[in-house]
């Protein structure tokens, strides 16, 4: 359902060693706004929820509303440290169009 590159991996990694409340995975949420008409919402999770597909990877759990499941099939999260746009990047194919920013799509 969705691919994390290696960089997302390690970064999802990273930020779950730094914080102070448990967590064990990234929740990702596709929500109404942005400049596009979808916003991608990401946070540190610690367990699934009813109706979440959870994914895991390298190492790594995602979880996704039932809601944004649909919005994400087939997307590829990467992640880039560049000083333009640092964070994270998301190449979703369900998008028919993106947000300048990256952070948004329709």
């Known amino acids: 359902m969705i691919t994390l590159t290696d960089s997302a991996i390690d970064a999802i990694k990273f930020a779950i060693s730094q914080t102070c409340e448990p967590a064990n995975g990234l929740r990702i949420k596709v929500e109404a706004g942005g400049c596009s008409g979808f916003q991608y919402h990401?946070?540190?999770?610690?367990?699934?929820?009813?109706?979440?597909?959870?994914i895991e990877?390298?190492?790594?759990?995602?979880?996704?509303?039932?809601?944004?499941?649909?919005?994400?099939?087939?997307?590829?999260?990467?992640?880039?440290?560049?000083v333009n746009s640092p964070g994270f990047i998301f190449d979703n194919p369900n998008a028919r169009e993106n947000c300048a920013c990256g952070k948004s799509f329709g």
Not at 58 to 69: L, R
Request: aromatic share 6%; charged share 20%; proline share 3%.
């Open 42 to 54: 990401l946070g540190l999770d610690s367990e699934s929820r009813d109706g979440d597909t959870v």
């Open 57 to 82: 990877t390298g190492g790594v759990k995602v979880f996704i509303d039932s809601a944004s499941q649909p919005h994400v099939g087939g997307m590829t999260v990467d992640f880039t440290t560049g």
